[in-house]
């Protein structure tokens, strides 16, 4: 299996004073996912949950919605000339019965892209495409709750501590624990390998979660939250005006610039507590991650 960090020399300069020292980087490699043998999609990502990266990309996509439609997933041997394994190529078999879907140039551009042209072709992808509706989720969320998150999210980033380099994306109860987190060099993998590891433990859809990512928030995200049915996304930073687009049509909540108190909700305000008092203290952050439903 390939390494998550590495270690590297490096110059480094403070104040004037000029030495040299190994410094810890992530790693970043391509993986490429093949659906059924044939190619599908390849991604620049932190090696780890390789096969939840690969089923919760096919939830995204559309592909998979439950445990039962998913046969195999394994590595494929032979993937360097010499014909040893590199650990860089996965291949996911379907159960029988479940369709293969039409992979294309214009079927990648309408459910990955987030340019302006291809906006409205984008938004209808997802709402004839997702199996669960998010606003069949959970009431009453408190903004003391979401404001515990991204402290909480940042204590449980156990490489991030090491590297600084990773975004991380963690699964929450209504309340505010931390039911799973995962780590990747790219935002998007971070929440694919959340959704695919929920998917094989059963516990699609996702429907009393809150999903908290490190970064913005991108159509792509609002995309793969509403696919695997979670009905609230809150990011630290911005979301783009598709993402804002998809949450209003969909009834995801949307929350963005959560930091401190502070925070902007673009869509889904009804389903926040904002006339009252949040309920109860934060509470302390985590020390620890992948120990909930989802990280089966």
Not at 156 to 166: E, K, W
Not at 186 to 209: E, I, Q, Y
Not at 225 to 231: E, K, Q
Not at 262 to 270: D, I, P, R
Request: include cysteine.
């Amino acid at each position: 299996m390939g390494r998550v960090t590495e270690r590297r020399r490096v110059i480094r300069v403070r104040d004037g004073a000029v030495g040299a020292r190994p410094d810890t980087l992530v790693v970043e490699e391509p993986l490429e996912i093949r659906l059924n043998g044939g190619p599908l999609a390849v991604t620049m990502r932190t090696p780890g949950d390789d096969f939840a990266l690969a089923a919760g990309f096919l939830v995204s996509e559309g592909v998979l919605g439950s445990a039962e439609e998913l046969a195999t997933i394994v590595y494929c041997a032979g993937a360097r000339q010499d014909g040893s394994n590199t650990y860089n190529v996965v291949d996911v078999r379907l159960a029988p019965g479940v369709p293969v879907p039409d992979v294309s140039l214009e079927r990648n551009v309408y459910t990955s892209s987030s340019c302006g042209l291809c906006g409205k072709a984008s938004l209808e992808s997802v709402r004839t495409t997702a199996r669960w509706e998010p606003a069949a989720g959970p009431r009453g969320i408190t903004p003391r709750t979401l404001a515990a998150l991204p402290e909480r999210l940042r204590a449980a980033q156990r490489v991030f501590d090491r590297t600084g380099g990773l975004h991380a994306a963690g699964l929450f109860s209504p309340d505010g624990e931390l039911l799973d987190l995962c780590e990747d060099v790219g935002r998007h993998n971070a929440v694919d390998k959340l959704v695919g590891r929920a998917l094989r433990s059963g516990a699609l859809p996702l429907r009393d979660t809150v999903l908290m990512v490190s970064g913005r928030a991108s159509f792509e995200l609002a995309q793969k939250a509403v696919m695997a049915g979670i009905p609230v996304l809150a990011a630290v930073s911005a979301p783009s005006s598709l993402a804002v687009d998809l949450a209003q049509e969909t009834g995801l909540t949307l929350i963005g610039f959560l930091r401190g108190t502070s925070m902007n909700v673009y869509a889904g305000e009804g389903r926040l507590a904002l006339d009252g008092p949040g309920a109860g203290a934060a509470g302390p952050a985590p020390s620890a991650c992948g120990s909930g439903p989802a990280g089966a």
